[in-house]
């Protein structure tokens, strides 16, 4: 009874912030993402302040999980991430898959520091880093991909070009598509991989807020978070705030005859 009185005062009481939410969540779970793929994986402190809930709970983008689990069958040694942005990818992959090589492409510098916080707490192998994914890098590379995460708002076009990088005819691709900023950029990719590779269309889960509710209730955590369908959006190009959702694309390579 003393349990579900206190259960009650904390579900009664003033929603916490989003930053006081996911301390909380991270202060009961070991400051380690709680579920998923990622479980496990140590949330570096420089990192804490600026993660969202979703990514410290381990539901972020869920819907690309199964794609990950498909991933653990196959020799994956040699990852390119092009986005790296804070990181979470990265880390994420390289401590479920373990590969030889993590190449991250990242444009902005101030993430650097934030990508790389996750090696040392993690045990994690280093890096390979690389600022701007240009077309003379991705025309001379020579080492074998075997999985490409690309996460470049609005330049998937230039990234994924087959016929031009032909390493990409031979690598398991995931990439979020960005059709507010070019509603042909789905149509286009599977045109250019469709003889290649088996693709699948991935949804946003709007189910994913649920999931988190549920976490939160069982923590007895009354808080808040950026969820769907407002924690994706742009700018267009008159300044309007536009809500958008998420579209990802896998290629897993043909197996050949």
């Known amino acids: 009874m003393k349990i579900l009185t206190r259960v009650k005062k904390k579900l009664l009481s003033k929603p916490l912030s989003e930053n006081e939410t996911t301390a909380s969540v991270l202060e009961k779970t070991g400051n380690q993402i709680y579920t998923g793929p990622f479980a496990g994986l140590l949330i570096p402190d420089i990192l804490k302040p600026s993660l969202k809930l979703s990514e410290v709970l381990g539901l972020y983008e869920s819907v690309l999980h199964q794609s990950f689990s ?11 991430v092009i986005g790296g942005h804070k990181g979470y990818y990265p880390a994420g992959l390289s401590n479920l898959l373990r590969p030889k090589n993590m190449y991250v492409f990242e444009m902005d510098e101030q993430f650097r520091p934030l990508i790389d916080s996750w090696i040392e707490i993690n045990n994690l192998k280093p890096y390979i880093n690389f600022p701007e994914a240009t077309e003379e890098i991705l025309l001379n590379w020579q080492e074998k991909i075997d999985f490409l995460l690309i996460d470049c708002e609005g330049a998937e076009d230039f990234l994924l070009q087959p016929q031009k990088f032909h390493w990409q005819s031979e690598t398991d691709i995931l990439v979020e598509i960005h059709h507010f900023y070019d509603n042909k950029i789905l149509g286009n990719l599977i045109s250019r991989f469709k003889d290649t590779h088996n693709l699948s269309i991935i949804y946003d889960d709007i189910a994913e807020n649920e999931k988190i509710n549920n976490v939160l209730t069982g923590l007895a955590i009354n808080g808040t ?8 959006w742009i700018f267009d190009k008159n300044k309007n705030k536009i809500i958008t959702a998420g579209i990802f694309l896998y290629m897993s390579v043909k197996s050949k005859k």
Do not use: A, F, S, V
């Open 225 to 232: 978070y950026r969820g769907h369908p407002t924690h994706r």
């Open 70 to 80: 498909q991933l653990i069958n196959k020799n994956i040694e040699n990852i390119m």
